[in-house]
């Protein structure tokens, strides 16, 4: 059973950056990739980026590309998510996911308790 607890969310004003931390414990063969999510109120949780272990091959959304950048230090087990030109529209609770690195909620299994980023215009 992996564990898997997020960090860096909070309050940031349009154009400003955070950056996501997600600390795995316990991991896995299984997981072998992983993956942000975010969820708006009152919408779907949505793909945001992710990378895999072995290799470090990424995929993000669409809107997020060119201010966000996923990266990951095995060594620590840890991933993060680099948010720069932040938008109001960035605003949500996001969630880290281990699982086969893809893009799809499916393809993850364990996921963490999610952190809240709020961009204020």
């Known amino acids: 059973q992996e564990h898997l607890v997020e960090s860096g969310g909070g309050l940031v004003q349009a154009g400003g950056s955070l950056r996501l931390s997600c600390v795995v414990s316990g991991r896995t063969f299984i997981n072998q990739g992983m993956g942000w999510f975010r969820q708006a109120p009152g919408k779907e949780r949505e793909f945001v980026a992710s990378?895999?272990?072995?290799?470090?091959?990424?995929a993000y959304l669409d809107s997020v590309k060119g201010r966000f950048t996923i990266s990951r230090d095995n060594a620590k087990n840890t991933v993060y998510l680099q948010m720069t030109n932040l938008k109001p529209e960035d605003t949500a609770v996001y969630y880290c996911a281990a699982g086969t690195g893809g893009t799809a909620r499916v393809q993850y299994i364990y996921w963490g308790q999610g952190t809240q980023v709020t961009v204020s215009s």
């Open positions: 990378v895999t272990w072995i290799g470090g091959s990424t």
